[in-house]
């Protein structure tokens, strides 16, 4: 269970605005997402596509609902024209999808997210997934603080200091933090990159990050 290095850029880690700050050169893109976002999750297709292409990209959290009582709520089955196309490309880009029946709070969620990104930056990308799979394909109530431990314990050997944080309200601030510049750069809803100065939201497709990837390329 320990760490095994995967992204290690101390910029990966820094706090908000010094994100937003180095994204002005081109060389990064910033990315506010909720782990409860079934968008967000696809999404993960499209920060690898823009990683590959030689991108860094810092992932902010972002809380879509934050009405969502602690206990979570009740949704039941999902039909329609747009939860089949969703399930469509989860499989397409091979995410396993298993629709919970409840949407609970992901606060405590991110919040755990974002102490793995601000401390174990090494480790964040395997937690974000985890977590990811936790609410989507393994039915886990990830509102829990006990169940989000045990997904951050499959990553991280001690997760003491992220508890305390937690209860202390640290990591929790984080997230507002994370917020709040989102707010002030224009982000509405779940997934949203910032690249080269403009906004993207939603799980649209490739060619429209080949555009602002042609103008970061100019930037660099």
Not at 46 to 61: I, S
Not at 67 to 75: L, M
Request: proline letters at 7%; glycine letters at 8%; hydrophobic letters at 45%.
């Amino acid at each position: 269970m320990s760490d095994t290095p995967t992204t290690t850029d101390p910029i990966l880690s820094a706090t908000p605005e010094v994100l937003v700050r180095a994204a002005a050169d081109g060389s990064l893109a910033v990315h506010w997402y909720d782990l409860t976002c079934p968008f967000c999750y696809l999404g993960q297709a499209r920060t690898r596509f823009l990683q590959e292409r030689g991108l860094k990209v810092a992932e902010l959290p972002f809380q879509a609902h934050p009405d969502i009582p602690a206990a979570g709520i009740h949704i039941g089955p999902r039909s329609g024209p747009m939860y089949a196309k969703i399930e469509s490309d989860a499989a397409a880009i091979g995410l396993p999808l298993n629709w919970p029946p409840r949407l609970p709070n992901s606060r405590i969620a991110l919040a755990a997210a974002e102490w793995v990104r601000r401390n174990k930056i090494q480790s964040f990308e395997r937690v974000q997934a985890r977590l990811f799979r936790a609410h989507f394909a393994d039915g886990l109530d990830i509102g829990n603080l006990e169940v989000v431990l045990r997904c951050v314990v499959d990553i991280l050997d001690d997760t003491e200091p992220l508890r305390n944080s937690l209860a202390g309200g640290e990591a929790l601030e984080w997230v507002n933090e994370g917020e709040h510049l989102g707010h002030q750069m224009g982000v509405a809803a779940t997934p949203s990159w910032l690249i080269a100065g403009k906004m993207i939201s939603g799980f649209v497709p490739e060619n429209e990050f080949e555009r602002l990837i042609r103008l970061t390329e100019g930037m660099r």
